[in-house]
């Protein structure tokens, strides 16, 4: 079975600082990837996605991840985060075989941005 | 505003009782999904469909039951079978593309379960 792995579960960060939370992936056939943003106290909403063509996808509020396939990561940063960035970051991953479909997530790096 | 609709926001139970969340879609979405979040869990699948009358168990189905009789209808029961039930329970929806992946899951403000 496919799983999703985010090995920071917990960055604190001074505002300014760059930032990078780690996403591997352990399926080898054709895959989308995604990352979700949970701010305090507001619904899950998507960063951005990966489903083809260039590996370096930009999101919202200036974010990126790099899809790499020969390490199956997809590494989210951000050169200069803000105070505002605090919130709980998952990636999630899809896999599917043309007869199924299948949305795994991680289990989230909480994000802590001081100013 | 087109989106997804979670009910209740917060409930309370006892033990031994069933209850039944609501989630409702006017996205016009194929897939439908219900999630469980806990705290350093992230968030893990319970049941999910794909069209009408149709449905799949997630990866912890044990102890939930759901029916898909309308496509923008998707409830999930919680049984008293299942053992640890208090949680927060998302559901989402998405299209569904012509290779069969999923898109983007749009997700509803969730439901906060306590059993007492």
């Known amino acids: 079975a496919q799983s999703v792995s985010q090995h920071n579960h917990h960055v604190i960060l001074s505002e300014a600082a760059s930032l990078e939370l780690g996403c591997n992936y352990s399926y080898g056939g054709t895959v989308n990837l995604f990352w979700y943003v949970q701010y305090p106290g507001q619904h899950l909403q998507l960063l951005l996605k990966?489903?083809?063509?260039?590996?370096l996808v930009k999101g919202i509020k200036g974010f990126e991840a790099e899809f790499i396939k020969s390490k199956f990561s997809f590494n989210l940063r951000k050169p200069s985060v803000q105070w505002s960035d605090t919130a709980e970051y998952f990636c999630?991953?899809?896999?599917?075989?043309?007869?199924?479909?299948?949305?795994?997530f991680g289990t989230g790096t909480r994000l802590q941005v001081t100013l | 505003d087109g989106g997804i609709t979670q009910s209740p926001k917060y409930l309370f139970r006892k033990e031994g009782q069933n209850v039944t969340l609501s989630c409702e879609q006017n996205?016009?979405?194929?897939?439908m999904y219900w999630y469980r979040q806990d705290p350093g869990q992230g968030l893990r699948l319970i049941y999910y469909s794909q069209i009408v009358n149709d449905f799949q168990k997630g990866d912890i189905a044990e102890g939930y039951s759901v029916s898909r009789e309308k496509k923008e209808s998707f409830p999930l029961t919680v049984t008293s079978a299942q053992k640890n039930p208090t949680a927060f329970y998302l559901c989402?929806?998405?299209?569904?593309?012509?290779?069969?992946?999923?898109?983007?899951?749009?997700f509803g403000e969730g439901s906060r379960l306590t059993v007492l």
């Open positions: 989402a929806s998405s299209t569904i593309g012509l290779a069969g992946n999923t898109g983007e899951l749009f």
């Open positions: 990966y489903f083809s063509g260039d590996p």
């Open positions: 999630a991953v899809n896999t599917y075989t043309g007869t199924a479909s299948k949305l795994t």
């Open positions: 996205l016009n979405h194929d897939a």
